[in-house]
T-cell receptor, first 112, second 115 residues
Framework: SQTIHQWPATLVQPVGSPLSLECTVE??????LYWYRQAAGRGLQLLFY??????ISSEVPQNLSASRPQDRQFILSSKKLLLSDSGFYLC???????????FGPGTRLTVT | AQSVAQPEDQVNVAEGNPLTVKCTYS??????LFWYVQYPNRGLQFLLK??????LVKGSYGFEAEFNKSQTSFHLKKPSALVSDSALYFC?????????????FGIGTKLQVIP
């Protein structure tokens, strides 16, 4: 069966520090991968999506970036965090031909 | 552009009573519609989807949703609410002609089931 992992589960970082969040998927190949941010526990904002290795599309301009170095690995990064980067970050995937998304457990990021 | 509206910030219902969580949508073409549930500090879990066919869709945990094309609605329902149903519910829409990335989520409705 398919599984999606995210780590770390929680993270507290000072303003201006770098960030690296990791998402990995097991039990499937060539998934479409997504990064969302959920602020204030409500609506989801799509940050990045990827349809293949090295293929990243950005939905909103920001100081975050994403990379997909392997088929089932999706990384969210920042060189310098801002207070406004605080939130709950969710990774998700869909399989080829799949219609709904499977979400990971999320990473709670607090920028202080 | 596609959009989803969840007009109720919170829905309160007594345990054992029927519940409805409202969702309306807007897409240029034919929609794929989804409901997800989120428990505190967890990821979203898929509940059900409408792709085509029967307008009444049955999903996980006894939930169902009715697709109404004329009213562009996809309300989530359950005949008898449980306390454990208390969570945040998201409606989502995708234009069938769009790519997998073009999923739009509503802002969520908090469901509180009162014992």
């Amino acid at each position: 069966s398919q599984t999606i992992h995210q780590w770390p589960a929680t993270l507290v970082q000072p303003v201006g520090s770098p960030l690296s969040l990791e998402c990995t998927v097991e039990g499937t190949s060539n998934p479409n991968l997504y990064w969302y941010r959920q602020a204030a526990g409500r609506g989801l904002q799509l940050l990045f999506y990827s349809v293949g290795i090295g293929q990243i599309s950005s939905e909103v301009p920001q100081n975050l970036s994403a990379s997909r170095p392997q088929d089932r690995q999706f990384i969210l990064s920042s060189k310098k965090l801002l207070l406004s980067d605080s939130g709950f970050y969710l990774c998700a995937w869909t399989g080829e031909g799949g219609s709904w998304q499977y979400f990971g457990p999320g990473t709670r990021l607090t920028v202080t | 552009a596609q959009s989803v509206a969840q007009p109720e910030d919170q829905v309160n219902v007594a345990e054992g009573n029927p519940l409805t969580v409202k969702c309306t949508y807007s897409v240029s073409g034919n929609p794929y519609l989804f409901w997800y549930v989120q428990y505190p500090n967890r990821g979203l879990q898929f509940l059900l989807k409408y792709i085509t066919g029967d307008n009444l869709v049955k999903g996980s945990y006894g939930f169902e949703a009715e697709f109404n094309k004329s009213q562009t609605s996809f309300h989530l329902k359950k005949p008898s609410a449980l306390v454990s149903d208390s969570a945040l519910y998201f409606c989502a829409v995708r234009d069938r002609a769009g790519g997998y990335q073009k999923v739009t989520f509503g802002i969520g409705t908090k469901l509180q089931v009162i014992p």
